[in-house]
């Protein structure tokens, strides 16, 4: 009344929805809430918190990652919910990996530890970011994957690919490791050798070889992991698979 009485325009109010957390209960430090301190320490970029807080409660037509123009520009009171919204971190994990994809090459660099840089060859580290935006949402994801690609440190098998691994069996790693030592740098060339002197194809080619060279079953394309690992650490983990008399 007061406004009106001074002729003043009148203020449209609305409210955002309640934010829950997975749980169903009201997000609070309890059942996963971040501060923006944690959020940082954890990697995560400004751009993909903002792109999930902006749907929490809020819709719009795109389901891009979208920068603060457009978020601006899209927002609506009308998209807002009335249900209470509910924070997942699979969600902002889901924006992080977009905007890790759209971040410059010197970002990126910025965004790893010290300690990753160090690990990587100069040769390699364009392919390595191609594995980083890829394959990771967190610098600690980067560096484990530098730790598996470019040392020749010990890493443990899952179990999923052991069991393939024994499958495979010896003949398997023996083929593997010709056609390695033949075509060091050439993939579609090693690839096509294994296949023709093992008579695998399929999971029982590919899968073997993933135990081989870093013991998971996800992860990088494999042309990737055979042209980021050094050639005879990669031949030294074909080799693993041979009982000790070979």
């Known amino acids: 009344m007061i406004l009106k009485a001074l002729d003043l325009p009148l203020p449209h109010y609305a409210h955002t929805a309640l934010i829950l957390g997975e749980d169903g209960a009201p997000l609070s430090k309890r059942n996963g809430s971040l501060s923006i301190q944690e959020l940082r320490q954890m990697g995560y970029f400004p751009l993909a918190v903002v792109n999930l807080m902006a749907r929490l409660g809020h819709h719009y037509e795109s389901e891009e990652l979208m920068d603060l123009d457009a978020l601006k520009s899209g927002f609506a009171m009308a998209h807002l919910g009335r249900s209470p919204a509910r924070f ?7 924006w992080q990996s977009l905007a890790l994809r759209k971040v410059s090459d010197e970002t990126l660099d910025a965004w790893l530890q010290e ?13 390595f970011r191609e594995v980083v935006r890829s394959n990771c949402k967190n610098p600690f994801e ?11 440190e010990v890493f443990e098998v899952e179990a999923e690919c052991q069991q393939l691994a024994d499958q495979a069996g010896e003949n398997f790693y023996r083929h593997a490791i010709d056609a390695a030592v033949l075509n060091p740098e050439d993939f579609s060339a090693f690839l096509s050798a294994l296949k023709s002197t093992s008579g695998a194809k399929g999971k029982s080619l590919f899968m073997p070889l993933r135990a081989a060279f870093t013991g998971r079953h996800d992860g990088p394309e494999l042309a990737q992991l055979y042209h980021l690992i050094q050639p005879s ?14």
């Open 88 to 94: 997942d971190q699979n969600h902002l994990n889901h």
């Open 115 to 127: 300690e990753t840089l160090f690990l990587i060859p100069k040769e390699q580290a364009a392919l």
């Open 142 to 152: 980067a560096h484990q994957w530098a730790r598996l690609l470019f040392t020749e």
């Open 233 to 246: 650490i990669l031949q030294r983990r074909l080799a693993v698979h041979l009982s000790p008399s070979h």
